[in-house]
């Protein structure tokens, strides 16, 4: 019987071509986000600089498998007294030595001194809590769509801001600016937001802003509230799994009581500064390309065969921007 019906379907589209241009797309032939985004030409996918990416080398694990997390750094102009801070310690291996020492369930994994004794390297800034937000131009601009479709309701702003028309629920809209999410007030303001993966600098109470030294990502459902409260640095790329299954720990906060519940850190480099066979090399579906904006589309409104309704809108959170990893042609 099902043979004969799909025999019969096919003979009317091979009759009727133009009524079957008018009707939507069969519910096989409707793309995923996965489907888009394995579509996207190569064009629409940005590399990232290796001077940008932050490379955490922790102690193997129990069977000796190495244990590595990749960090993007994020762009200017956004964080950049805290990022400047980052690259310094880096580069003085001041991580080396130090451990992960919080594990909060459904929130985040923490990572510096535990002694909090370790002398920090000298120069670097102190950083206002004014740097939490950054102006932005508002200065038009739209993101590209196939004519058919205007994806997302996307306003755009140049250079690089693709703004949505979508309310937030911590904020007027929200916003990716290459290749970041973030939301803002007015256009002219955005901040980045506490997204799965997003990298975080650990402070004290106000107006301590942290320097950068101790850090954190977060491991759980999005925690927005601490948008503008703490300053964001960077998303972990790689390697979640390596903080995201560790044991949660069992004092204050997640906090390890004892020293053998630390997971030891035996590195952190900016990634330009490792052997060029040791670089890791990564790219990103560019936040202003019609792939992105078809992607969006697709998460806010799932359409393909699983779904039986289209939710219609979708949390920022919720449309992650896809980076993958790029084979080493040498």
């Not at 040791?278 to 560019?286: A, D, I, N």
Request: some cysteine; overall charge neutral; charged content about 20%.
């Amino acid at each position: 019987m099902t043979h004969r019906l799909l025999t019969a379907v096919a003979a009317l589209a091979l009759t009727a071509p133009s009524a079957a241009q008018d009707k939507p797309p069969a519910p096989a032939e409707i793309p995923s986000p996965g489907d888009i985004v394995a579509a996207a030409p190569a064009g629409d996918w940005v590399a990232i600089a290796a001077s940008d990416l932050l490379v955490m080398d922790l102690a193997p694990d129990a069977a000796g498998r190495p244990r590595r997390v990749v960090i993007q750094l994020m762009p200017a102009p956004f964080s950049q007294g805290w990022i400047g801070n980052i690259r310094k310690l880096a580069a003085a291996h001041w991580w080396d030595g130090t451990s992960i020492n919080r594990v909060q369930d459904n929130y985040v994994v923490q990572w510096g001194d535990a002694t909090e004794k370790k002398p920090l390297p000298a120069g670097l800034a102190v950083v206002p809590e004014g740097e939490y937000v950054t102006a932005t131009k508002a200065e038009g601009g739209v993101i590209p769509s196939d004519g058919k479709l205007p994806p997302m309701h996307w306003s755009g702003y140049s250079p690089g801001w693709a703004w949505t028309d979508h309310a937030d629920a911590y904020a007027k809209k929200y916003s990716y600016f290459r290749g970041w999410p973030f939301a803002g007030d007015d256009g002219r303001s955005g901040w980045p937001v506490h997204c799965y993966g997003m990298v975080g600098v650990g402070r004290n109470m106000p107006p301590d802003t942290g320097s950068g030294a101790e850090l954190y990502t977060v491991i759980g459902h999005a925690p927005r509230h601490l948008d503008r409260n703490i300053a964001l640095v960077g998303r972990v790329v790689s390697g979640i799994e390596h903080l995201s299954s560790l044991p949660r720990g069992t004092g204050g906060l997640g906090f390890y009581e004892n020293e053998n519940e630390r997971v030891p850190i035996a590195s952190i480099r900016i990634a330009s500064d490792l052997p060029p066979a040791e670089q890791p090399k990564f790219e990103y579906l560019s936040t202003e390309s019609r792939s992105f904006a078809k992607y969006a589309d697709a998460r806010a409104n799932r359409r393909d065969p699983f779904f039986i309704k289209p939710a219609g809108e979708a949390d920022i959170c919720n449309i992650p921007v896809p980076v993958r990893a790029v084979a080493d042609s040498r």
